[in-house]
């Protein structure tokens, strides 16, 4: 399984960019697309959840509402669309996958994961 993020930059408050998430590897079964992120001197912490079978999905509570999920029919590609963005959002975001066919948002449970894109927030 490979995941590759791409997207991000430097990005000023209040603006919006999209990460990407291309899938490969995953022939069959329920799973779910993490993203998570990692700021300097801070624990990573999931951001949001796919379902590839369902599309449910679920957002931090500092997230939701600005950041929108989604993925293509296909299933080769997941979505992070970041709306009004704020400082507090700069971090290296990741995606990852975990089997199984609900969402959760502790990275204990997602065995494999990308390399990471870095998202700046600032003017």
């Known amino acids: 399984i490979q995941l590759v993020e791409s997207g991000g930059g430097l990005v000023q408050p209040g603006q919006s960019t999209r990460l990407s998430c291309a899938v490969s590897g995953v022939t069959d079964g329920e799973y779910s697309i993490a993203w998570f992120r990692q700021a300097p001197g801070k624990e990573r912490e999931g951001v949001s959840c796919?379902?590839?079978?369902?599309?449910?999905?679920m957002y931090l509570d500092r997230v939701e509402g600005r950041f929108v999920t989604s993925k293509d029919k296909a299933d080769n590609m997941v979505f992070l669309q970041m709306n009004s963005l704020k400082p507090e959002d700069t971090a290296t975001y990741y995606c990852?996958?975990?089997?199984?066919?609900?969402?959760?948002?502790?990275?204990?449970?997602?065995?494999?994961w990308g390399q990471g894109t870095q998202v700046t927030v600032s003017s």
């Open positions: 796919i379902t590839n079978i369902d599309g449910d999905s």
């Open positions: 990852a996958l975990r089997r199984g066919s609900n969402c959760v948002l502790h990275e204990y449970w997602f065995g494999s």
